[in-house]
């Protein structure tokens, strides 16, 4: 199946909204709030990049940017990130996540962070980092990918992202 991937545009809020919904129904961490992180992230001006990828004019994927801070360094954070169920399972998470990282290595900030399954994100790089400090629920499955030199202090995530 032939898609490709490129910056949102106007118009692709709600298929958007329903790619998370979709991909985040029924899972032990899905939050009432997750299909609608994208669009607050752009309405309070703290979304660094969104992508989506698109098959035939239809959304299947996205993912997220939005800025973090770890100790004092400035970091990105990527998510959310999801495909429908339909498309799973055949690189365009991958995909996503390359051309998110590519943004990122170029954007400024000292690398990225993320909460999800290690299984699936230290195939990118993401590993966990024991000297980073978090308050909220999920500190388990925090996990970066520092550009340099390893992060540590507190984490702190947009507010929308804390679960
Ligand atoms: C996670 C997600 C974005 C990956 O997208 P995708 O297009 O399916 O990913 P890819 O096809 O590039 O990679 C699939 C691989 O990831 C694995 N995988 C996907 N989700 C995984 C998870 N939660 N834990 C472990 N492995 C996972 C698959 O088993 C597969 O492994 P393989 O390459 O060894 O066969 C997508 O599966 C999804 O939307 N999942 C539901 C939402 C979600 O979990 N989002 C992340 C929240 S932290």
Redesign the pocket.
Known sequence: MKYKIRQEKEGDAAAIRDVVAQ??KG?SFEDPDDPVIVERLRDDGSLVLSLVAEAGGEVI?QVALSPAKIGDSPYLCL?????LPG????????DLMGHALGVARVYGRDGVVL???P??YSRFGFKRVAAITYEGEGADYIQVLPFGADPSGPLSLHPLLTP
Do not use: C, E, L, T
């Open positions: 991909a985040f899972k994927g998510g959310p990130i999801a495909v498309h799973q399972g055949k690189g365009i998470g991958s909460m999800g399954d299984k699936y």
